[in-house]
């Protein structure tokens, strides 16, 4: 079972759309880290929080620890934003990640 | 900077050999860890380092080794490979723990 759970796992937008991605988790956590996978393969950090709220861009991250539940919002979507995006855990009794399968973005010109 | 380096990109094994897929930072960063990426999973830890001569097993370590003699390397050995290893793998490292990790390209393994 998945302790990361992340919705909707396909997502079709037109460009210049505001998205929003899901991450919820099942256990408590010291940090939350959002990645993206490029076509290629690729894999860059995004963002890695704990607490509120982070920006960079045109992309917003926010955690709320008491509902278990983070979001990765785009703003002005263009076709390069198309990716797969991942959420990861690291519980508070742990000390390694646990990985999302990922939602996978389509931006349309 | 290079970052995080994987190599080889692409490997084709039959099964029962053997190989070892390099992975080399440059950032000095004292955490290095091993994934794999099945189609529709999530990415798995393999075995994970924090730091030279210290290593130690993640989700899914069974059939693989690693080892760490310096800061930079972090060799990943497939001794018998198995069907069941053909994955995308992917070197990461951070400076700490619960910190960014910076991704490797990936190595994509096929076992026949």
């Known amino acids: 079972k998945n302790e990361v759970e992340q919705s909707p796992q396909n997502l079709t937008a037109q460009e210049g759309e505001f998205i929003t991605i899901n991450c919820s988790y099942s256990?408590?956590?010291?940090?939350l880290h959002w990645l993206q996978q490029h076509p290629g393969g690729g894999i860059v950090s995004l963002f890695m929080l704990s607490s509120g709220k982070k920006k960079h861009g045109r992309l917003i991250a926010t955690i709320n620890i008491q509902e278990k539940h983070s979001s990765l919002h785009i703003t002005a979507s263009h076709p390069r934003d198309s990716a797969v995006y991942i959420c990861a855990v690291i519980p508070n009794t742990g000390n390694q990640f646990y990985f999302g399968t990922g939602t996978s973005l389509t931006v349309i010109p | 900077n290079a970052g995080v380096t994987q190599t080889p990109k692409f490997r084709i094994l039959k099964i029962g050999q053997s190989m070892t897929l390099q992975c080399t930072q440059d950032?000095?960063?004292?955490?290095m860890y091993w994934y794999r990426q099945d189609p529709g999973m999530g990415l798995k830890l393999i075995y994970y380092s924090v730091g030279a001569g210290i290593t130690d097993k993640g989700e899914v370590p069974n059939g693989y080794n690693v080892s760490r003699s310096t800061t930079e390397d972090f060799p990943l050995r497939l001794e018998l490979a198995a069907p069941s290893q053909t994955s995308v793998y992917f070197c990461?490292?951070?400076?700490?723990?619960?910190?960014?990790?910076?991704f490797g390209d990936g190595t994509r393994l096929s076992i026949l």
């Open positions: 950032m000095n960063h004292n955490y």
């Open positions: 990461a490292s951070s400076y700490a723990g619960r910190q960014p990790q910076h």
């Open positions: 256990v408590g956590i010291s940090a």
